[in-house]
């Protein structure tokens, strides 16, 4: 049966590895690797599960959600060669069903996130369009309390001034300069190792699901409401 409580032995390695950020070291302690990871790889089972309660997740397996921890740094100055978190992320299921979730695990810096990242440029003005003549919608998901407790303000990229094409006096000209759309939720240590942690995870997740409906339906139907997917 799947973990539901994660030990805190996941963050000691984490510690020792942020100290130790070399191949050298990663290889002589690569078995304690191996035992974090699988108490990781048993935690992200149980909360896929909980996942599958509630929304439909395409990704199959625990396993298959979490990311290396081999860091890609062919194009970063920074030449560390690994993570210093554990990391993963969902994907919804269907072509109707947009947004993705994403879990971060690090001493001091553990949360949830979820949204678009780098929307392709047809998709980013399909929202942009959805927000010039439905953004009300929008707005009274982001003031929500639910949504201030759980996020507090809608993250992201944006444009120095309006994007072309679009009215430059918009009373949503702020979400409509966005390049990204991203929510977060922080979770301290102590919560980290609590025995419904998956469950606190897999609620945050849940309150995201406003803010995706809102932008599934920009991205999926026209302006009369016809299914373009």
């Not at 990663?26 to 599958?52: G, P, R, T, W």
């Not at 298959?64 to 690994?82: A, C, Q, V």
């Not at 430059?168 to 939720?185: A, V």
């Not at 301290?188 to 849940?206: I, Q």
Request: charged share 30%.
């Amino acid at each position: 049966m799947p973990s539901l409580q994660l030990d805190k032995s996941i963050f000691n390695f984490l510690k020792k590895l942020k100290k130790n950020n070399n191949r050298d070291w990663f290889n002589a302690n690569k078995d304690e690797y191996l035992v974090e990871h699988q108490k990781i790889i048993l935690f992200a089972d149980a909360l896929l599960s909980e996942m599958n309660k509630h929304d439909r997740i395409e990704t199959v397996s625990g396993k298959k959600s979490l990311h290396r921890i081999y860091r890609d740094t062919r194009f970063s100055l920074d030449k560390t060669p690994y993570k210093i978190n554990w990391s993963g992320s969902f994907s919804r299921a269907t072509s109707k069903l947009r947004g993705g979730y994403y879990f971060h695990l690090e001493p001091g810096n553990t949360f949830v996130g979820g949204g678009f990242w780098s929307p392709n440029p047809e998709d980013l003005n399909r929202i942009r369009v959805e927000i010039s003549s439905n953004g009300d919608a929008l707005r009274k998901i982001l003031n929500s309390k639910k949504f201030k407790d759980n996020f507090g303000t809608l993250d992201g990229e944006e444009l120095k001034s309006g994007p072309k094409g679009f009215d430059k006096e918009h009373k949503h000209l702020d979400l409509l300069k966005k390049k990204q759309f991203l929510i977060g939720k922080s979770f301290t240590d102590a919560e980290v190792f609590a025995s419904n942690f998956h469950l606190k995870l897999c609620a945050g997740f849940k309150e995201m699901r406003p803010f995706f409906n809102f932008m599934s339906e920009a991205l999926t139907t026209d302006a009369n409401g016809e299914s373009i997917v």
